[in-house]
């Protein structure tokens, strides 16, 4: 993984591995790697992957079994409402972005309706 | 714990200071980076550290302050210049380690030479200079000891080796060891440090908690690099 260079390490680990759990490649309950897994995964070293987990446990996402190693959460409305927060930030970003190129409200709507509408023309195109 | 401590640790060459007056901590779990261009003191350094130099002052407390031969068995030192005979195979370094330490794991060399895809019966003089520092990392991360320094461990290796060998570094940190891996190749060792140490013309200009440093500073650990460099 590339690291972007004034966020902590450990923020953006965590970052991915929720990213992970949203898309559900990680799904509720799987059992994570252990630290050890994780640094070498990672690239990063075991006192910032034991953080990882330490952070990730405090927000609830991920929980301890004793002896057996770190788990995603098995309450779906959690992995659900990080993606509510994952989807709120991409839009917000895009709005922010979107305001700096001078663009209103009105204006970036029709934006999406268009290239949503573009998009399902080219998928419909595909399946005939 | 802090498994090596140094005070006011001092080396002069005819006069000229290579390592001035550095004071440094280094605790179990951790790892460290000592950074800095060529000739800022860090193989000085580690020679001291590893009692194939003499300081000129100061002082090295390994552990809870062994002898110096003591500390020899506790250190596993990894000079930048090849230290292997050339008659001897992969397979025999690591016999000839054995028979030289202790604490040396032929289970754990095993299996590192193996990751680090280097075949036993491979002579030391058909070795490229990529493999023989792949071989190094492994014969010296291959000692159980408490403290590890290696010098300059990703010199002149390719992306794939260097993925290796940073990964057999993390394999081998443990709660009971200290490990100095000294660099100037800042931006890929970044996040693998704990800790970092700055060194310029001897002297420590910076040192501190990797993450911290980058928090508080906004940058990366190489950008600030840089910065003090330039």
């Known amino acids: 993984m590339k690291y972007e260079s004034s966020k902590p390490i450990y923020l953006q680990v965590m970052d991915s591995l929720k990213q992970r759990m949203v898309t559900g490649d990680l799904r509720p309950g799987d059992q994570l790697p252990s630290v050890r897994l994780l640094a070498i995964e990672y690239d990063i070293n075991p006192n910032t992957a034991a953080r990882v987990y330490k952070e990730l446990e405090l927000e609830g996402i991920c929980f301890t079994k004793r002896g057996e190693g770190t788990f995603v959460t098995e309450d779906p409305d959690l992995i659900r409402s990080l993606k509510e927060q994952t989807a709120k930030s991409i839009v917000k970003k895009f709005i922010k972005e979107m305001t700096g190129l001078g663009y209103d409200k009105f204006e970036i709507i029709q934006k999406i309706q268009k290239e949503g509408d573009e998009n399902d023309s080219i998928e419909n195109g595909k399946t005939d | 714990m802090i498994l090596l401590k140094t005070e006011k640790l001092t080396k002069t060459f005819g006069g000229k200071p290579a390592v001035y007056e550095v004071d440094a901590e280094f605790e179990a779990g951790k790892l460290y980076g000592l950074l800095g261009p060529n000739g800022s003191g860090k193989t000085t350094f580690m020679k001291m550290v590893a ?12 552990m809870d302050g062994l002898s110096k031969t003591a500390s020899k068995s ?14 001897m195979t992969v397979k025999t370094v ?5 028979d030289f330490y202790e604490d040396f794991d032929p289970e754990w060399y095993k299996e590192q030479i193996e990751y680090m895809q280097l075949t036993p019966d491979l002579r030391i003089r058909a070795l490229s200079s990529g493999m023989a520092a ?8 291959s000692r159980r000891a408490s403290i590890y320094m290696l010098d300059e461990p990703l010199n002149g290796i390719d992306l794939v080796a260097r993925d290796k060998i940073i990964t057999s570094i993390i394999k081998r940190s443990a709660p009971d060891n200290t490990i100095i891996i000294s660099s100037h190749l800042i931006d890929i060792m970044e996040n693998l440090l704990d800790e970092v140490l700055f060194l310029k013309d001897g002297r420590t200009v910076l040192k501190g908690n990797a993450e911290e440093t980058r928090e508080k500073n906004g940058k ?9 460099y330039a």
């Open chain 2, 74 to 87: 506790k250190v596993a030192y990894m000079p930048t210049e090849p230290f292997f005979y050339d008659y």
């Open chain 2, 51 to 62: 009692g194939l130099f003499y300081p000129t002052a100061g002082k090295i407390t390994v």
């Open chain 2, 134 to 141: 792949k071989l190094k990392v492994a014969v010296t991360m």
């Open chain 2, 220 to 228: 990366s650990i190489a950008d600030l690099y840089k910065e003090v």
């Open chain 2, 94 to 98: 690591g016999d000839f380690f054995k």
